[in-house]
């Protein structure tokens, strides 16, 4: 389902972040809504793909200005992701047909939070908003002085057992677009029975 990027970051001013270089999607057009987006390295790299019909980008803080080019395709709520779910519900239950933002087919996420206060206060309330079978795209990040192996599995299993009530098919990868001290999480939601 999830390939890695061949791209090799280069320095440059318009680089947000690394994270677009990390995967290419192998599926047919979906809606993506990236969590703790800004600055919106994410949210522009997934707004600019022909596959992706909408970016729902939620953060409190300014995306870039560097997404203009793109803001047709992108929504910024700019709330917490607590408050977003109850204005992603709203926009649900007062859209037309095929014009609401969820569900979606890809949640994302690459804040610079504790990876367990990040499932608790940030995945979990956006998660209910993702399809049945939708990826979950969780950057884990370990702290900086720690040994990356022993912390790792620590603390990406801590994030992986807050997940499994709502997720399945977890792969934990080092991903290209990943530092030292971060590991990725990638993981389906369930079906429904």
């Known amino acids: 389902?999830?390939?890695?990027?061949?791209?090799?970051?280069?320095?440059?001013?318009?680089?947000?972040?690394?994270?677009?270089?990390?995967?290419k999607p192998s599926f047919a057009p979906f809606t993506v809504c990236d969590v703790g987006a800004a600055p919106g390295g994410w949210t522009r790299h997934m707004a600019r793909q022909p596959f992706v019909k909408h970016v729902l980008a939620i953060d409190p803080g300014?995306?870039?200005?560097?997404?203009?080019?793109?803001?047709?395709?992108?929504?910024?709520?700019?709330?917490?992701?607590?408050d977003a779910a109850r204005l992603i519900d709203e926009n649900a239950r007062s859209s037309k047909e095929g014009e609401?933002?969820?569900?979606?087919?890809?949640?994302?996420c690459d804040s610079n939070n504790?990876?367990?206060d990040t499932v608790r206060q940030l995945v979990l309330p956006?998660?209910?908003?993702?399809?049945?079978?939708?990826?979950?795209i969780l950057t884990v990040k370990l702290p900086k002085r720690a040994s990356p192996t022993g912390v790792a599995v620590t603390r990406v299993e801590k994030c992986?057992?807050?997940?499994?009530?709502?997720?399945?098919?977890?792969?934990?990868?080092?991903?290209?677009?990943?530092?030292?001290?971060?590991r990725t999480i990638i993981c389906s939601k369930k079906m429904k029975t």
């Open 1 to 23: 389902i999830v390939g890695l990027g061949s791209q090799e970051p280069h320095p440059s001013p318009l680089l947000l972040s690394r994270a677009p270089y990390t995967w």
């Open 100 to 108: 609401s933002w969820s569900p979606f087919s890809v949640l994302m």
């Open 114 to 116: 504790d990876a367990r």
């Open 126 to 136: 956006i998660a209910e908003f993702l399809a049945p079978g939708g990826l979950l």
């Open 160 to 182: 992986k057992s807050m997940l499994c009530s709502e997720f399945e098919n977890f792969r934990v990868e080092w991903l290209f677009g990943n530092s030292f001290c971060e």
């Open 62 to 82: 300014q995306l870039d200005s560097k997404l203009e080019s793109c803001r047709n395709k992108i929504t910024h709520l700019q709330v917490k992701a607590q």
